[in-house]
Nanobody, 121 residues
Framework: QVQLVESGGGLVQPGGSLRLSCAAS????????MGWYRQAPGKPRELVAH???????NYGDSVRGRFSIARDSAKKTFDLQMNSLKPEDTAIYYC???????????????WGQGTQVNVSS
C-alpha cells in the first residue's frame, strides 16, 4: 500500500525552478522526520534535504543554498523547492519519511515511488 506520493517533477531549463511535493496517505497517523533523496543514472542514492519533526533542516552539499525543504504537518505534506537548477541535478527524486500508521504503535521508514527531474536546455 502506497503511503507517500510525489508530484511536481518534469523538464526544466538550467537556471529554472521546480517544486516537488510529497503527500502522505490517509492511513498515516503521524509523521516524524521527512526527507528527499535523489539518484542519477550510474550513481548511488544521495541525500538532498532532510527536515525533523521540530523543523530542523539539513541539506546535501551540492544543493545547499539552492534547494529548500518545508513541511506542513497538518496537511501531512512536505515540499522541496528547487531553484537555480543545473544539469547535474537531473535524477529521480524520492521522498521518504518515518511514518506511524493508524493502528500501529511505532514509526517505520517509507519511500515514495520517485519522480523524474530533468534539467536540460
Amino acid at each position: 500500500q502506497v503511503q507517500l506520493v510525489e508530484s511536481g517533477g518534469g523538464l526544466v531549463q538550467p537556471g529554472g525552478s521546480l517544486r516537488l511535493s510529497c503527500a502522505a496517505s490517509e492511513w498515516v497517523f503521524s509523521i516524524d522526520d521527512m526527507g528527499w533523496y535523489r539518484q542519477a543514472p550510474g550513481k548511488p542514492r544521495e541525500l538532498v534535504a532532510h527536515i525533523t519533526a521540530d523543523g530542523n533542516t539539513n541539506y546535501g552539499d551540492s544543493v545547499r543554498g539552492r534547494f529548500s525543504i518545508a513541511r506542513d504537518s497538518a496537511k501531512k505534506t512536505f515540499d522541496l523547492q528547487m531553484n537555480s537548477l543545473k544539469p547535474e541535478d537531473t535524477a529521480i527524486y524520492y521522498c521518504t519519511a518515518k511514518l506511524r500508521l493508524l493502528g500501529r504503535d511505532s514509526f517505520s521508514d517509507y519511500w515514495g515511488q520517485g519522480t523524474q527531474v530533468n534539467v536540460s536546455s
